[in-house]
């Protein structure tokens, strides 16, 4: 974990969180409802005390999104571009919905430069902060704060 800690306005901003499930599975053993719970641990850890929505991208599993309150958007696994451009969509969706400041944590292994760019001019030009979650097997979770 890193020493970032939210501080401001941002600790009370609402945070969206948008999951790639075919690049980052839920752990074997684990829950949606479990991972939503460290999650929310996590940030709550790092001093975010605000409102925090999940939109997870996949294949459906054996997992119930509904109890977790995630919201679910099935996509097959193997088309990374679609899956993506699906999570920009929504991203920009979100954003335009939200006050600034607000948080956008991506849990998502690689992307696009399309994607990137994205990411760069919501940062640049409505002033959000970007948490980017890659939890690499076994289930470490490794956050990398750019905003």
């Known amino acids: 974990m890193s020493s970032f800690s939210f501080s401001g306005n941002y600790a009370m901003a609402e945070t969206g ?4 499930l075919n690049q980052c599975e839920i752990p074997v053993g684990l829950s949606a409802k479990d ?18 929505s ?18 679910f958007i099935e996509l097959p696994a193997g088309d990374k571009n ?4 699906k999570m920009i969509k929504d991203i920009v969706l979100w954003a335009s919905e939200r006050p600034e400041p607000s948080t956008l944590m991506l849990i998502m292994g690689a992307t696009s430069f ?3 760019e994205t ?3 919501l940062k640049r030009d409505k002033k959000f902060l970007f948490l980017y979650v890659h939890p690499p097997p076994p289930m470490v979770i490794s956050i990398s704060v750019d905003g």
């Open 17 to 20: 969180v948008f999951w790639d």
């Open 35 to 52: 991972v939503m719970s460290v999650i929310r641990k996590n940030l709550l850890a790092l001093g975010h005390k605000g409102q925090v």
């Open 54 to 71: 999940v939109r997870a991208y996949g294949e459906k599993r054996d997992h119930d999104f509904f109890l977790a309150r995630i919201d």
């Open 82 to 85: 679609a899956t993506h451009m």
């Open 114 to 116: 399309d994607f990137l």
């Open 119 to 121: 990411v760069e001019h």
